[in-house]
């Protein structure tokens, strides 16, 4: 089955299979949003690492549904058809029974009369801390709306680094609001829109949950701009059943190549989402038509090795383009992705695009970092499912730097536009002498490696050297370069004395790494006044 259009990620494939609650205190459209929630719990229960405890997530209903009584939506809608629907996105993440409550209650504290202290006696330490971690801040005076708002964001990030389910709450919360936006006045939707494109799906796409960055800016996109949204999407259902055609030749072509190999593979079709297609029209100024990779085949076998056989494979049927194979399974991208890439010309001499990845890849793909919570840290007593969770410690230093810089900004106001800055960020590949590599904003200069290896290394930065040529520390890299940094004399001594120099602690230094655009001013800064050559590190 070739299938070209991505369901949303609470999606239920058997929604009558709904699990009979048994509470004779709910009312039967309360009886009938918990048996919608089961059932997705209920279609993921065989890929979630831990089973959900459903007394436990009844029992944050029913708090929910005591303390929103008589609360209604801007819809008209009772309240609790809110928290249910982020609890139900949430579900389809496949996150924990603790996510699952704290989605359940997270507009409690913020909405209802019920106190963070009751929530935490009612449900223990740790469902309390998300609820807390996702409420708005209230309660404090600020001098402008906007500082509000970026005070509340800066709440939201530390939470985040602190326990990413935080995020994950949140932005389960916005998809549910953007489902339902048409209740608002058209003001509000105009700035729910613009701030879910500028931080929210940005966000989704820092932790790799594609799932949900695609929805978030599809909706967005609708909002904003109806008419282009709706021509888009009237021209690629025009095309859809050529395209189905299409991918389908073409994928039994290449099914029968990876049998006889005995490659075991899954392929399928992938269409471009509209605000994708949109984006890609307005930045590189091209028509619809001149757009060809609207869908592209995606291939998932069995392990990496299988991976680039399906690439030799792919590469012997048909003619790769020049500069279009990406391998992002040696160099993941910064929010955990892996996948392959080629775009080849296909049958009927028209391009293609293909992605090969592994089962655990796809499904890193789509949830990012929520994958955490699909994977058994060992294996069941059956011996199945996959061994090792996500790397996610190590692969999220991001999300772990926000916690440092975010304390060094002052200004509420310069702490969004710096967040605004890094979430937009593409990234570089480069290597290190002994061929590490490392994962830097596009923009990025040797200082910004510098601070990559280490905050006393880009402290005493004085000189780089990029492919084995000398250059400023200006110099903007790009992938593939080989990075040497050196250090001043007297700093080398003051290291291997283990003494700290007095210009460590600049603030200004440690954001080099999510600013780079700094970099320039502040590297021609120190040549001015160290004075000193470079040496080769």
Same mark, same amino acid.
């Given at each position: +089955?070739?299938?070209?259009?991505?369901?949303?990620?609470?999606?239920?494939?058997?929604?009558?299979?709904?699990?009979?609650?048994?509470?004779?205190?709910?009312?039967?459209?309360?009886?009938?949003?918990?048996?919608?929630?089961?059932?997705?719990?209920?279609?993921?229960?065989?890929?979630?690492?831990?089973?959900?405890?459903?007394?436990?997530?009844?029992?944050?209903?029913?708090?929910?549904?005591?303390?929103?009584?008589?609360?209604?939506?801007?819809?008209?809608?009772?309240?609790?058809?809110?928290?249910?629907?982020?609890?139900?996105?949430?579900?389809?993440?496949?996150?924990?029974?603790?996510?699952?409550?704290?989605?359940?209650?997270?507009?409690?504290?913020?909405?209802?009369?019920?106190?963070?202290?009751?929530?935490?006696?009612?449900?223990?330490?740790?469902?309390?801390?998300?609820?807390?971690?996702?409420?708005?801040?209230?309660?404090?005076?600020?001098?402008?709306?906007?500082?509000?708002?970026?005070?509340?964001?800066?709440? $939201? $990030?530390?939470?985040?680094?602190?326990?990413?389910?935080?995020?994950?709450?949140?932005?389960?919360?916005?998809?549910?609001?953007?489902?339902?936006?048409?209740?608002?006045?058209?003001?509000?939707?105009?700035?729910?829109?613009?701030?879910?494109?500028?931080?929210?799906? %940005?966000?989704?796409?820092?932790?790799?949950?594609?799932?949900?960055?695609?929805?978030?800016?599809?909706?967005?996109?609708?909002?904003?701009?109806?008419?282009?949204? *709706?021509?888009?999407?009237?021209?690629?259902?025009?095309?859809?059943?050529?395209?189905?055609? @299409?991918?389908?030749?073409?994928?039994?072509?290449?099914?029968? &190549?990876?049998?006889?190999?005995?490659? #075991?593979?899954?392929?399928?079709? #992938?269409?471009? /989402?509209?605000?994708?297609?949109?984006? !890609?029209?307005?930045?590189?100024?091209?028509?619809?038509?001149?757009?060809?990779?609207?869908? =592209? +085949?995606?291939?998932?076998?069995?392990?990496?090795?299988?991976?680039?056989?399906?690439?030799?494979?792919?590469?012997?049927?048909?003619?790769?383009?020049?500069?279009?194979? !990406?391998?992002?399974?040696?160099?993941?991208?910064?929010?955990?992705?892996?996948?392959?890439?080629?775009?080849?010309?296909?049958?009927?001499?028209?391009?293609?695009?293909?992605?090969?990845?592994?089962?655990?890849?796809?499904?890193?793909?789509?949830?990012?970092? =929520?994958?955490?919570?699909? @994977?058994?840290?060992?294996?069941?007593?059956?011996?199945?499912?996959?061994? /090792? %969770?996500?790397?996610?410690?190590?692969?999220? !230093?991001?999300?772990?730097?926000?916690?440092?810089?975010?304390? &060094?900004?002052?200004? %509420?106001?310069?702490?969004?536009?710096?967040?605004?800055?890094?979430?937009?960020?593409?990234?570089?590949?480069?290597?290190?002498? !002994?061929?590490?590599?490392?994962?830097?904003?596009?923009?990025?200069?040797?200082?910004?490696?510098?601070?990559?290896?280490?905050?006393?290394?880009?402290?005493?930065?004085?000189?780089?050297?990029?492919?084995?040529?000398?250059? %400023?520390?200006?110099?903007?890299?790009?992938?593939?370069?080989?990075?040497?940094?050196?250090?001043?004399?007297?700093?080398? #001594?003051?290291?291997?004395?283990?003494?700290?120099?007095?210009?460590?602690?600049?603030?200004?230094?440690?954001?080099?790494?999510? #600013? *780079?655009?700094?970099?320039?001013?502040?590297?021609?800064?120190?040549?001015?006044?160290?004075?000193?050559?470079?040496?080769?590190?």
């Amino acid at each position: +089955m070739f299938a070209t259009s991505r369901p949303p990620v609470d999606r239920v494939a058997h929604p009558d299979a709904h699990t009979q609650v048994e509470r004779s205190e709910l009312t039967d459209t309360e009886r009938r949003l918990l048996s919608d929630l089961f059932a997705i719990v209920e279609e993921h229960a065989h890929e979630s690492a831990a089973s959900i405890d459903r007394d436990r997530v009844e029992e944050a209903f029913v708090y929910a549904c005591v303390h929103h009584a008589d609360q209604r939506r801007q819809s008209g809608e009772d309240f609790i058809v809110h928290p249910v629907g982020v609890a139900k996105i949430c579900a389809g993440m496949r996150l924990d029974t603790e996510t699952l409550c704290a989605a359940l209650l997270h507009d409690t504290v913020e909405d209802t009369s019920a106190s963070l202290e009751e929530v935490q006696e009612a449900f223990g330490d740790e469902i309390a801390g998300l609820v807390d971690g996702v409420t708005k801040l209230t309660g404090l005076t600020f001098q402008s709306r906007d500082e509000a708002q970026a005070e509340n964001y800066r709440k $939201m $990030m530390v939470a985040m680094a602190t326990d990413i389910r935080v995020i994950l709450i949140k932005l389960a919360d916005r998809l549910h609001n953007m489902r339902t936006i048409g209740a608002m006045t058209k003001q509000k939707q105009i700035e729910k829109a613009r701030e879910t494109l500028d931080i929210y799906a %940005p966000i989704a796409h820092r932790l790799g949950i594609h799932a949900i960055k695609w929805e978030l800016e599809d909706l967005a996109f609708q909002t904003l701009h109806p008419r282009k949204y *709706a021509e888009i999407k009237g021209l690629v259902a025009q095309q859809r059943a050529e395209r189905e055609r @299409y991918v389908n030749q073409a994928a039994g072509y290449l099914s029968k &190549e990876l049998d006889e190999l005995g490659i #075991r593979a899954e392929i399928s079709g #992938r269409a471009k /989402h509209f605000y994708s297609i949109y984006a !890609k029209m307005t930045k590189k100024g091209r028509e619809f038509n001149e757009i060809y990779d609207l869908t =592209a +085949m995606r291939v998932i076998v069995e392990s990496v090795k299988d991976c680039y056989g399906a690439v030799g494979v792919i590469h012997s049927l048909w003619k790769p383009l020049p500069g279009r194979f !990406k391998d992002f399974v040696a160099m993941p991208k910064f929010n955990m992705y892996q996948s392959l890439h080629t775009t080849v010309i296909g049958p009927e001499g028209r391009p293609l695009e293909i992605q090969i990845r592994t089962r655990e890849m796809h499904d890193l793909a789509e949830f990012g970092i =929520a994958a955490h919570w699909m @994977y058994k840290e060992t294996n069941g007593r059956d011996g199945s499912g996959p061994t /090792h %969770p996500p790397d996610s410690d190590n692969k999220l !230093k991001w999300l772990r730097s926000l916690l440092d810089w975010q304390q &060094e900004e002052a200004d %509420p106001r310069e702490f969004m536009e710096t967040l605004k800055v890094d979430l937009f960020e593409d990234e570089v590949f480069v290597f290190t002498p !002994k061929g590490e590599v490392k994962s830097l904003a596009a923009g990025a200069t040797p200082l910004d490696f510098a601070y990559e290896i280490h905050t006393d290394v880009g402290h005493r930065c004085v000189g780089a050297k990029v492919n084995g040529k000398i250059v %400023p520390l200006s110099y903007q890299l790009r992938s593939g370069d080989i990075v040497e940094v050196a250090a001043r004399a007297e700093d080398r #001594r003051l290291l291997a004395a283990g003494r700290r120099h007095p210009r460590d602690g600049l603030p200004q230094g440690r954001r080099l790494l999510h #600013r *780079a655009g700094r970099g320039q001013d502040l590297g021609q800064g120190r040549r001015q006044q160290d004075h000193a050559a470079p040496q080769a590190g």
